[in-house]
């Protein structure tokens, strides 16, 4: 099927830029991994209208890929901190070594017998499909929500792999493109050396003068991000220059690099990496999937080999090389068993397949045809382990008791008198709480209630990195600053969506002159416009009490209204069977019967309420 008419370049890139974008706010809404959404609607796009090559000349194409394959692995190096693996760096040395070498290993043995490759291409397919990677791994685990050392060591496996199976693949496809009669291992230990040696030292080095230049104030804020962009791109390109493949390693020693140095600060550079890379799968998904179209004889030809090959896969290479690997190690059975249930493959697998292809049948004629098989096994390999991880990972979570989807828990900024009443009163609900405050007395009185605490600024890196908040995924910042509120707010929108943090309204400015704090940095407004923090605090000084309430048919919320007054404030909704609820001066919900309410009230006795 083709479509009615022809497109030009410029309407063929900005289609798939929006279908891209599409399937990443479909997959968002339905929960599932964007790459399945995207790989599928690449393979559709092909069908409807034609190969990229027919819009974008190939000697263009295949270089951009490249060099957004490299963007990617250097965002991905920039989520990579030492004090994230502190206490199982011995753990994620083995993943990457022994666990790296059983899983290539095992995949040639499994593509030689069940999809009938040639050794040569085999043993290429099983280093390939030795790598992961962030653009897989991390959305996974913001959906998944694993305990923090175990997401640690899983985000660093996978990111660490790429560039480390990648250069594997590439050292394997020398061989298999360009045979030497003699001195293969001699050559292929050189190349492996040079590769090392050029990665680590241009990324060093590289990390060294973007942490200078910036610390320094040698570049202006707002150059920063396309300073640093332009700096991977030409390093990447300048390594790989020196050494075939030694770019993927230069770029992600780069982003540890910058990472793990403490002289200057990348928020800024990773939140626009962050973006970019969403930009980049968006298309390249689409792009390489388009470019798939098996025959009926092709599809044939890997029948249910390439079926068995991905079941072999996740159900025999994984869990050995995770077991294999972990062998005498302080982690669990069930974290063992976690680990083993995650390995998905991504963009990386798929673009340098696509380029491996390429190659082989330029070199090799005689391999074209295993090559476009090559090609379409490893397709199939990232869409199924993909759709098996990415729809099963969630409840073999659950059921292990590891899994820390859609937390309920809230961070509070602020441990005043006001605010330990209402966190005891989620509290008591059995809704995870933690108070962060930087005044002894409160923190002191808070824990003596029992209360969760952190003795931190809510703004400090302390609470990002040493405070383990996968528990949480809300934040109500009630302090009697606004400034800080708004801090707060910033802070975290990043972390727990801007739709899940809150702050006490700020006091009203005389005009824009006077205005505190900006709007767009401020999070949600807490149960109402008018409601400073000191508003609510008088009211709860004068008496006010936090009361529950169940609604039902016979007392509605028009009832709890009329029996309480407007003075009493509504602050939390549990609906039945359903999350809670936090109310916000824009909610739109109206509580129904069975949902209970978490209101601050007159102190009146009430005889349809209990007090917590």
Not at 120 to 128: T, W
Not at 446 to 465: N, T
Not at 468 to 488: K, S, Y
Request: net charge negative; charged share 15%.
């Amino acid at each position: 099927m083709q479509l009615p008419f022809d497109l030009d370049t410029s309407l063929y890139m900005a289609a798939v830029l929006g279908l891209g974008i599409a399937a990443q706010w479909l997959a968002w809404r339905l929960k599932i991994p964007a790459i399945v959404l995207l790989l599928f609607l690449g393979f559709g796009w092909g069908y409807l209208v034609g190969s990229p090559e027919k819009y974008i000349d190939s000697e263009i194409l295949f270089p951009v890929v490249s060099l957004s394959v490299g963007v990617i692995l250097f965002e991905g190096g920039l989520n990579l901190r030492f004090r994230e693996i502190r206490d199982t760096s011995n753990v994620v040395l083995q993943l990457v070594s022994i666990g790296l070498l059983t899983t290539a290993v095992l995949t040639a043995f499994a593509a030689h017998y069940l999809v009938n490759f040639s050794w040569p291409m085999s043993i290429l397919l099983g280093a390939l499909l030795t790598v992961s990677g962030p653009t897989v791994i991390l959305p996974l685990l913001r959906q998944v929500r694993p305990e923090r050392k175990l997401g640690s060591l899983v985000k660093w496996e996978g990111i660490i792999n790429d560039p480390i199976g990648a250069v594997l693949a590439a050292l394997v496809y020398e061989v298999v493109a360009h045979p030497m009669p003699d001195g293969v291992a001699h050559g292929t230990m050189v190349a492996l050396g040079l590769t090392i040696a050029i990665g680590l030292g241009l990324g060093l080095l590289s990390g060294w003068l973007v942490r200078e230049m910036m610390r320094r104030y040698l570049v202006p804020d707002y150059l920063q991000n396309p300073v640093v962009l332009a700096i991977v791109l030409l390093l990447f390109s300048f390594s790989n220059y020196l050494q075939p493949e030694s770019g993927l390693v230069t770029v992600t020693v780069l982003g540890m690099y910058l990472a793990n140095q403490h002289n200057v600060t990348i928020k800024h550079v990773i939140e626009f990496k962050e973006n970019l890379r969403v930009l980049l799968l968006s298309v390249l998904f689409i792009v390489l999937a388009s470019r798939i179209h098996p025959t009926m004889d092709q599809l044939r030809d890997i029948g249910w080999g390439g079926i068995a090959l991905v079941l072999v896969l996740v159900l025999v290479v994984r869990p050995a090389a995770v077991f294999l690997s972990t062998w005498g190690s302080e982690l669990t059975r069930k974290e063992r068993l976690f680990l083993s249930w995650i390995h998905p493959r991504g963009i990386v697998a798929a673009a340098v397949a696509t380029l491996f292809t390429i190659g082989i049948s330029q070199a090799r004629p005689e391999m074209a045809a295993e090559g476009e098989k090559f090609v379409l096994v490893t397709f199939l390999v990232v869409v199924g382990t993909v759709t098996i991880y990415g729809l099963s990972l969630g409840p073999v979570a659950r059921y292990l008791g590891l899994s820390r989807e859609n937390p309920q828990g809230v961070l509070f900024a602020g441990a005043s008198p006001l605010v330990r009443e209402v966190a005891r009163a989620l509290h008591n609900e059995g809704i995870s709480t933690l108070l962060v405050d930087t005044n002894p007395e409160n923190i002191s009185l808070a824990r003596m209630d029992g209360l969760p605490v952190c003795y931190a600024s809510i703004g400090s890196d302390f609470v990002h990195e040493e405070t383990d908040l996968g528990d949480f995924g809300r934040l109500l910042a009630m302090t009697p600053n606004d400034e800080v509120n708004t801090l707060a707010a910033s802070e975290f929108a990043e972390q727990f969506g801007s739709a899940n943090v809150y702050q006490c309204a700020p006091h009203q400015e005389s005009s824009q002159r006077h205005q505190r704090v900006p709007t767009h940095l401020r999070g949600r407004i807490l149960f109402d416009d008018e409601l400073t923090e000191d508003k609510i605090r008088e009211r709860y000084n004068k008496g006010f009490i936090m009361k529950k309430t169940t609604l039902s048919k016979d007392f509605t919320i028009e009832h709890f209204r009329e029996k309480y007054g407007e003075q009493s404030i509504l602050m939390f909704v549990v609906p039945l069977e359903e999350s809670l609820r936090v109310i916000a001066a824009d909610s739109k919900y109206e509580p129904k019967a069975g949902d209970k309410l978490i209101a601050l009230v007159p102190p009146e006795p009430a005889t349809s309420s209990e007090s917590l």
